[in-house]
């Protein structure tokens, strides 16, 4: 079945450091992969996402590069701040047929970024 | 527009009792799903519907059902309540131009004593 696993955290960085969590997946052929914000007390928000080999999803300064050869969509970020500090979900839908879009995620990797 | 709507928030519940939790998906989305965030863990499918058809299942026990209304609002209903159903329910709404994009709901967190 399909999978995902993240680097687990917490992840802890000063702020403008960079920043890096490892995503790999298992699918069997073209899943499209996403990634996930989640902010204490509130529900999951996309970031970012990218449907084909090589796109490069980005937003707030966040990207990602869907890379087929290493089945990995890692998240990076040149320079964090607090306001980053958040729980990151990779995760992917496998289209299935049918209707059904289900989203397999990743456990989440704890960012905190101190001042 | 209002966004995906959860209710209740919060809620207290014992062992063996019933809870329905209730979503709003957002105006002109058909569909939605359900997921289950154990603490400390990633959101796992529980359902998916759409035009109030089921149209995917996860690896839940029958105790879980839910359904899908002509407004397209949903409920999420668990019977026999254990322990280890504490969680954060959510509920995410899907539209028909990008299936692919899941809004969610800021979500319901039962807890099981």
């Known amino acids: 079945g399909n999978s995902v696993t993240q680097m687990e955290g917490p992840v802890t960085l000063s702020e403008e450091a960079f920043l890096t969590i490892n995503c790999t997946y298992t699918a069997t052929g073209y899943p499209s992969l996403f990634w996930y914000v989640q902010y204490p007390g509130e529900g999951l928000q996309l970031l970012l996402k990218?449907?084909?080999?090589?796109d490069k999803g980005s937003n707030k300064g966040f990207e990602a590069t869907y890379r087929k050869e290493t089945t990995s969509f890692h998240l990076e970020k040149g320079s964090v701040q607090v306001s980053d500090s958040a729980v990151y979900f990779c995760a992917l839908i496998r289209y299935s047929g049918g209707s059904n879009y289900k989203l397999t995620f990743g456990k989440g990797t704890l960012l905190t970024v101190n001042p | 527009d209002a966004g995906v709507t959860q209710s209740p928030t919060h809620l207290i519940k014992t062992r063996g009792q019933h809870v329905t939790l209730r979503c709003s998906p957002i105006s002109g989305h058909k569909s939605v799903s359900w997921y289950q965030q154990v603490l400390g863990q990633g959101p796992q499918f529980i359902f998916q519907?759409?035009?109030?058809?089921?149209?995917g299942r996860g690896n839940f026990p029958d105790r879980f059902s839910a359904r899908q209304f002509p407004n397209y609002s949903s409920e999420l209903n668990v019977n026999a309540l254990l322990l280890g159903d504490s969680a954060l329910y959510l509920c995410a709404s899907i539209s028909d131009r990008d299936k692919n994009i899941q809004y969610f709901g800021a979500g319901t967190r039962l807890s099981v004593l």
């Open positions: 990218a449907t084909k080999a090589d």
């Open positions: 519907y759409y035009e109030k058809e089921e149209r």
